[in-house]
Structure formats: C-alpha cells, structure tokens
C-alpha cells in the first residue's frame, strides 16, 4: 500500500516536472524602428522637408517679430503725443496683431507636426509588408520593438537588413 502511495506521488511529480518544460521553435528577432526613421532614405527625406519647411517659417517668423518690435517701440515714443483714447486704440490694434501672429505661428507648429506624423505613417504602412514578408521567408515568428527589449544577442538585431530592403523598395515620401 505504501508503495502505491509512493508510486502515485513520483508519478505526479514527474508529470508536473516534465510539463513545465518548454519546447520551443519559435524565432523572435528585433528591430530598432527609431534607426530606421532616421536613417532609412525615406526617413531622412521627411526630416529635411521638415527641417526645410521649419526653417522658412522661422526666417518669417522674425521679419514678423521685428516688425511688431519697431511699431511696439513707434506706439511707446508716441505715448506722450497721442492723447490717451488714440494711445489706447493703437495699443489694442497692436496686442490685436501679437495675438494673431502668435496664433498664426502656432497653427504653422501644428500643421509641422501633423505632418511629420502622417509621413512617418506612411513610412510605417511601407514597412509593415516588408517585415511581413521578411518573417515569412525566413520563419520569423516576433518582430518586437528594439526599445521594449532590456537585453538581447546582436544576431537577433534585424534592423541593418531591414533598412537595405526599405530602401530598396522606398526612397523618398513628399510631405502634404
């Protein structure tokens, strides 16, 4: 009796043992997505008409800033001229104007950035059936993200291959 006890009690310590072992062939590799943003040929392309279209607006931006300078300087020599009603009206047309051009240079910051997020969804959506692709010919089961990985062999870094085939297949995307 004793021995069928025991017997029943190796058996299931065995089956438990044995069950929490893992066989796995499932390949999982990662890839820098930042790296390839900004070093694949697309993803430079949408950082320099960024950069480009940045810089217009800033060079606009200060001939704007140092005009509203000069007539803000023209409104305060006039203050002891002007009776205080026309003071007050130049005042409130020029706090009128900082405030449009303020809006305005918002509104150019906003339309940057939805730009650069359609781009680089663009970019994404190019992207996607090259790591389709890429994991079915060599049997890749997970892409992860590089920057949701703490530690991980080179070998499994994918990024350099990737970004061959991505420019490849895609050189340039023209902002909206």
């Known amino acids: 009796m004793i021995y069928k006890s025991s ?15 893992s066989y796995s062939n499932d390949t999982i590799n990662y890839i820098d997505m930042d790296y390839l943003i900004n070093n694949s040929q697309a993803g430079k392309s949408i ?7 940045n810089q217009s607006s800033l060079v606009s931006f200060n001939k704007t800033e140092k005009k509203l300078k000069e007539e803000e300087a023209k409104i305060v020599s006039q203050k ?4 205080e009603v026309e ?12 405030a449009d051009y303020r809006k305005k240079r918002k509104n150019v910051a906003s339309d940057l950035s939805k730009k650069k997020i359609e781009a680089q969804k663009i970019l994404l ?3 996607t059936p090259i790591l389709a692709d890429y994991s079915q010919k060599n049997s890749i089961s997970y892409i992860l993200p590089k920057q949701s990985i703490i ?5 499994l870094d994918i990024t350099k291959i990737i970004l061959e085939i991505l ?8 902002l909206k």
């Open 80 to 83: 002891d001229i002007l009776n």
């Open 7 to 21: 017997l029943k009690y190796l058996f299931f310590i065995i089956c438990i043992f044995y069950s929490s072992f």
């Open 87 to 98: 003071f007050k009206k130049k005042v409130q047309l020029f706090n009128e104007k900082v």
């Open 151 to 155: 530690i991980g062999k080179n070998k």
């Open 167 to 174: 420019d490849s297949k895609i050189k340039n995307i023209k």
């Open 47 to 53: 950082i320099k008409q960024l950069e480009e279209t």
């Open 125 to 127: 959506n190019t992207l």
